[in-house]
């Protein structure tokens, strides 16, 4: 049983940057795909970005060029940097770790880009 836990959200005015962190316990971390996603008031939860064990990665064209996901697998952590924050970039965000078939998923952090 793999355990997530997000931080780092907040309220931040356009243009801004914020940088969610997720922290993970309970299982074999660099062995996992890491994923942000991002659910907003009465959308759906979209995947933003995602990163796999040998560390590719893969964005929503929506945030290409200003979102960067990383991992530090010392520390059981996969980082999501967000900068150019624009207001539709408000939503949930959650940490997503899958493999064979299995996902586990944190509690989200709230992100709100607002002047």
């Known amino acids: 049983q793999v355990q997530l836990v997000e931080s780092g959200g907040g309220l931040v005015e356009p243009g801004g940057s914020l940088r969610l962190s997720c922290a993970a316990s309970?299982?074999?971390?660099?062995?996992?795909?890491m994923g942000w996603h991002r659910q907003a008031p009465g959308k759906q939860r979209e995947l933003v970005a995602s990163?796999?064990?040998?560390?590719?990665?893969n964005y929503a064209e929506s945030v290409k060029g200003r979102f960067t996901i990383s991992r530090d697998n010392a520390k059981n952590t996969v980082y999501l940097q967000m900068t150019s924050l624009k207001p539709e970039d408000t939503a949930v965000y959650y940490c997503?770790?899958?493999?064979?078939?299995?996902?586990?998923w944190g509690r989200g952090t709230q992100v709100t880009v607002s002047a």
């Open positions: 309970g299982g074999t971390f660099s062995t996992y795909t």
């Open positions: 997503r770790a899958s493999r064979s078939g299995f996902e586990y």
């Open positions: 990163v796999t064990s040998s560390r590719l990665t």
